[in-house]
């Protein structure tokens, strides 16, 4: 029996092995790439490499056995057949028999657009028969902190999404709910909405980074409309600015801002705070 975690020299992959391998021996632990060399220092410690690819079907015919439990994380490439590929991996874990498969989703509550693609393959994963279990993961620190630069530049956090709350947590944290699924019992078939304990506002993002910062930085709350130019202006490629105003209409809507308590509950400890994962992405 292995532990099988897919897109595992991904941002939240990597968390998700690192952190398996303080609870299990390293031969229990299958880490599924696309590039090999970005795994050698996993290989070293002895995790299995397996090398497959969402868009290559047959990569994944041979991969899974009997009684494994699979990590299957969302592919990142938006836009592209999500549902397809994600689908690839499913039916291979079928065929195999695996014991359980575990999917990185999106919250139940988002409407926006991204989260189309998790709803299909939800349905795909639920019409499976697999024994499943949905991780329907919030929003990540990361996807603000890792992206200070243009904030710091213009000293404000431009964002359409009003006085919108969003209860984000760190990609370490989802990837413990994770682990906590891979490595312990009664998650089949169990659904969990993640989100991090404090839910916070743009105004409130602003005014932590001016604290730690030692910068006035702006509260610069825009329309759709405009961020959708904002984020074109800047480069980001179709269909990507779309997307991301529209997620910032689903936080306005409230739609980000997940009160289960799964998160904390799974982990066993509270979640990252987002005034911790500022802090560190500053002393970068």
Known sequence: MSIVVTG???HLGRHVVEQLLEKVPADQVTAVVRTPEKAADLAERGVKIAVADYNTPDTFDTLFAAGDKVLLISGSEVGNDRVGQHTVVINAAKAAGVALLAYTSAPGSLTAALADDHRGTEKALLESGLPY???RNGWYHENYTENLAPVLQYNAVTHAAGEGRVSSASRADYAA???AVLTGEGHENKTYELGGDVAWSFAEYAAELSRQSGKEIANNSVSVEDLVGILTGAGLPEPLPA????????????ELAIGSGDLSRLTGRPTTPIAESI????KG
Not at 279 to 282: I, K, N, R, S, Y
């Open 279 to 282: 802090g560190a992405a500053l």
């Open 243 to 254: 997307i991301l105003a529209g997620v910032d209409a689903s936080i306005e809507k409230g």
């Open 133 to 135: 279990v949905l991780l």
């Open 8 to 10: 595992a020299t991904g």
């Open 177 to 179: 709910a994770a682990v």
